[in-house]
Nanobody, 125 residues
Framework: QVQLVESGGGSVQAGGSLRLSCTAF????????MGWFRQAPGKEREFVAA????????TYADSVKGRFTVSRDNAKNAAYLQMNSLKPEDTAAYYC??????????????????WGQGTQVTVSS
């Protein structure tokens, strides 16, 4: 069992930056791949980024490539999402999630076992 807690959300103007953190409580954090998803009001949840269990492989949605960076620190049981050049369309609740690295691709939320409660990011123009 793993509990995930996100932090770092907030309000920022377009072009600004935020760094989200996801802290894991439980065992074997380093055995899980970690993903970030977001959901805007009235829209479906969408994949943002993922990082492999050892941090060596990262994947991104096309909409955030070049602006967002996903990383992790297994010694701290934490994953991060550095968000730069934020746009109003990045406004959403952001969620981190953990999956078994062999449980399908990184893009589908259904492949993830554990989810955090979410943190709100609001980008104003």
């Amino acid at each position: 069992q793993v509990q995930l807690v996100e932090s770092g959300g907030g309000s920022v103007q377009a072009g600004g930056s935020l760094r989200l953190s996801c802290t894991a409580f439980g065992r074997s954090f380093s055995t899980y791949a970690m993903g970030w998803f977001r959901q805007a009001p009235g829209k479906e949840r969408e994949f943002v980024a993922a990082v492999s269990e050892n941090g060596g492989i990262t994947t991104y949605a096309d909409s955030v490539k070049g602006r967002f960076t996903v990383s992790r620190d297994n010694a701290k049981n934490a994953a991060y999402l550095q968000m730069n050049s934020l746009k109003p369309e990045d406004t959403a609740a952001y969620y981190c999630a953990a999956k078994n690295p062999y449980s399908g691709n990184d893009y589908a939320g259904a492949h993830y076992l554990y989810w955090g409660q979410g943190t709100q990011v609001t980008v104003s123009s």
